[in-house]
């Protein structure tokens, strides 16, 4: 079993900036990747951001490239979503997740085997 916990959300004016964090309880033997995803309020949940086990490769939804950053920390088995220029479209609760079974990151749901409980990021206009 893999636990992700995020944190880092909170309330930020428009333009503003957050940090998102995620810890995994443990060590993995296996190569993964990890993504962050987020859904808003009566929305589906949405990709937003994917990073591979090595962390050179990364791909972002088009709604938020220019302006996110994810990065990963093998060591501490933490994955960060750094958010600049913050919109209030972005309201949502971000979620981490991440699969054992790809060495490269997926938009796709379907792909990750595990997922964090949610931290809310609410952005006034």
């Known amino acids: 079993q893999v636990q992700l916990v995020e944190s880092g959300g909170g309330l930020v004016q428009a333009g503003g900036s957050l940090r998102l964090s995620c810890a995994a309880s443990?060590?993995?033997?296996?190569?993964?990747?990890m993504a962050w995803f987020r859904q808003a309020s009566g929305k589906e949940r949405e990709f937003v951001a994917g990073?591979?086990?090595?962390?050179?490769?990364?791909n972002y939804a088009d709604s938020v490239k220019g302006r996110f950053t994810i990065s990963r920390d093998n060591a501490l088995n933490t994955v960060a979503l750094v958010m600049n220029t913050l919109k209030p479209e972005d309201t949502a609760v971000y979620y981490c997740?991440?699969?054992?079974?790809?060495?490269?990151?997926?938009?796709?749901?379907?792909?990750?085997?595990?997922w964090g409980q949610g931290t809310q990021v609410t952005v006034s206009s």
């Open positions: 997740a991440a699969t054992l079974t790809r060495i490269g990151p997926s938009i796709y749901e379907t792909s990750y085997d595990y």
């Open positions: 443990r060590r993995t033997s296996r190569s993964y990747a």
């Open positions: 990073i591979s086990w090595s962390g050179a490769g990364t």
